[in-house]
């Protein structure tokens, strides 16, 4: 699905007519200077925000190279950002996919594609940590995927419990990433490894 097609599935007017009615029940004059245009920027941004949710992730998988590769595969540090469907806040950080090929690898910029496929919709961490491992191990068929993120959440650091600077870690091992402790400790020592 193109970005045309996503952006035409999106109701500007309807989220421009919510944020008004928003700012309004919080007391402010969307009529001001400063608030006029504000509806129609959200919309806009929401547009950007939850552009996954009508993205097959899948798609970026259908291009794959035969590669006689046994080795662990590893993409560190890919940057992502999402949106907590608890409290429309968002949360980022960053992504470390990695699999165990079996004959087969994909391009490297596909990885972070799928990741940010899946964390541009309404997310919980958890949910967006085993969505990319699920979909690598089923759409690949790798002998494993391990899939570690790490996240700031502003819906604990900005409101709420106000705890800055706390990050939330999960972790999704799959096929031989949880079976084998060794194979887990190699994938763990690869994505902790600083780079000189």
């Known amino acids: 699905m193109d970005r045309e097609e996503t952006n035409r599935q999106v109701d500007n007017e309807r989220i421009e007519k919510a944020v008004r009615e928003i700012l309004l029940a919080i007391g402010e004059d969307p009529d001001r200077e400063g608030l006029r245009d504000t509806p129609r920027r959200v919309a806009r941004m929401y547009r950007e925000l939850f552009a996954g949710i009508n993205d097959d992730p899948r798609l970026h998988l259908k291009k794959v190279f035969t590669e006689e590769y046994d080795e662990i595969v590893l993409l560190k540090d890919i940057p992502f950002y999402s949106v907590c469907e608890h409290h429309l806040?968002?949360?980022?950080?960053?992504?470390?996919?990695?699999?165990?090929?079996?004959?087969?690898?994909?391009?490297?910029?596909?990885?972070?594609?799928?990741?940010?496929?899946?964390?541009?919709?309404?997310?919980?961490?958890?949910?967006?940590?085993t969505q990319i491992a699920d979909l690598l191990m089923n759409e690949v068929d790798a002998k494993g995927v391990a899939v570690v993120m790490e996240a700031t959440h502003t819906c604990m650091t900005i409101r709420g419990v106000k705890k800055p600077g706390s990050v939330m870690i999960t972790s999704a091992m799959l096929g031989r990433f949880r079976s084998d402790a060794r194979s887990r400790l190699e994938v763990m020592s690869l994505i902790n490894r600083q780079l000189s």
């Open 89 to 129: 806040l968002p949360f980022m950080g960053k992504a470390h996919v990695a699999y165990l090929p079996r004959g087969k690898v994909v391009g490297v910029s596909k990885l972070a594609r799928i990741v940010s496929s899946f964390a541009r919709r309404p997310q919980v961490q958890e949910r967006l940590t």
